[in-house]
Nanobody, 122 residues
Framework: QVQLVESGGGLVQAGDSLRLSCVASGRAFRYYAMGWFRQAPGKEREFVAGITWSGGSSSYADSVKGRFAISRENAKNTVYLQMNSLKPEDTAVYYC???????????????WGQGTQVTVSS
């Protein structure tokens, strides 16, 4: 069983930066590929970024490519999402989750965090 807890969200202005963190329980964290997803009110949850267990490869949604960066620090059981040049359309609840080999879809079974709210004002 993997437990994930996100933090780092908040209210920022367009152009600002945030770094989200996701801490995982258990020693098995480093063996999971991890990803970030987001969901805005009334919209489907969408993939944002994913990273392999080693951190050697990553994948990004086109909408965030060049602005966001995913990374992980396995010794701290933590995955990060650095978000730069934030736009109002980035406003959503951000979730971390275990992902499969494609990095852009959740693993089976999937483990999800509780989410952290990111709000970007114009």
């Amino acid at each position: 069983q993997v437990q994930l807890v996100e933090s780092g969200g908040g209210l920022v202005q367009a152009g600002d930066s945030l770094r989200l963190s996701c801490v995982a329980s258990g020693r098995a964290f480093r063996y999971y590929a991890m990803g970030w997803f987001r969901q805005a009110p009334g919209k489907e949850r969408e993939f944002v970024a994913g990273i392999t267990w080693s951190g050697g490869s990553s994948s990004y949604a086109d909408s965030v490519k060049g602005r966001f960066a995913i990374s992980r620090e396995n010794a701290k059981n933590t995955v990060y999402l650095q978000m730069n040049s934030l736009k109002p359309e980035d406003t959503a609840v951000y979730y971390c989750a275990t992902v499969g080999g494609s990095l852009n879809k959740v693993s089976i079974p999937a483990y999800w965090g509780q989410g952290t709210q990111v709000t970007v004002s114009s």
